[in-house]
Every structure is written in C-alpha cells, then in structure tokens.
C-alpha cells in the first residue's frame, strides 16, 4: 500500500506564491509517476501538473502553464508543486496522485491513477 500526504495548502492573496509537497510511502517512489490535480467546489477534478518517475519530464494544464511548476526528489520521496502569480481561480483542494503504469512518461486522467492523497486546501483572496 501506498501512502501520500500532501501540505502546504493555505490563504494566499492574488499574485502570491505557495508550494505544496506530497511525502510518499509504502513502496518505492522513483517507480511512480506523479500528478497534482484539484477540484473546486461543483467542479469535476482536474489536471494540474504531472512529472515522470525520473524527473526528466513534465507537463501541465494550460490553466498553470507558466505560473507552477512540478518537481520532484526521489531520494526524500516527495513530489512538489511551486505555484506562483496565483489567482482566485487557482482556489480549490489539491491533491496528489501515483502512477504504477510504465507505459508513457505521465499521465494526465484521474483513472490513470492508483494513489491519491487527502488533499490540501488552496484559498486564493482577491
């Protein structure tokens, strides 16, 4: 079993920055390919961000393109999410996601997932 806690989450005003970690546990987590995704309230969970099991490939939503940034460090066993220029829209809980699948570098659906964490709150003030 795999275990993910995410934090970091909190109120930020507009244009400020806060960066989100995710610690992992169970298994070993440079198999895994990782993902941040987020659902606001009456939204459906959307992607965010996801990174290779070695780091060397990333991609994001148009909605954070620029703004965030998703790195990882496999020897702590924690996956990041700098978030930067936030916007009211950004308000929403995050989440953290595992990957066991090795047949492309990441993945962007939630069912291509088999971990999640809690989630952690992002408040985004006007």
């Known amino acids: 079993q795999v275990q993910l806690v995410e934090s970091g989450g909190g109120l930020v005003q507009a244009g400020g920055s806060l960066r989100l970690s995710c610690a992992t546990s169970?298994?070993?987590?440079?198999?895994?390919?990782m993902g941040w995704f987020r659902q606001a309230p009456g939204k459906e969970r959307e992607f965010v961000a996801a990174i290779s099991w070695s780091g060397g490939r990333t991609y994001y939503a148009d909605s954070v393109k620029g703004r965030f940034t998703i790195s990882r460090d496999n020897a702590k066993n924690t996956v990041y999410l700098q978030m930067n220029s936030l916007k009211p829209e950004d308000t929403a809980v995050y989440y953290c996601?595992?990957?066991?699948?090795?047949?492309?570098?990441?993945?962007?659906?939630?069912?291509?997932?088999?971990?999640w964490g809690q989630g952690t709150q992002i408040t985004v003030s006007s």
């Open positions: 996601a595992a990957s066991l699948r090795r047949n492309r570098d990441f993945y962007i659906l939630p069912g291509e997932y088999d971990y």
């Open positions: 169970g298994r070993t987590f440079s198999r895994y390919a």
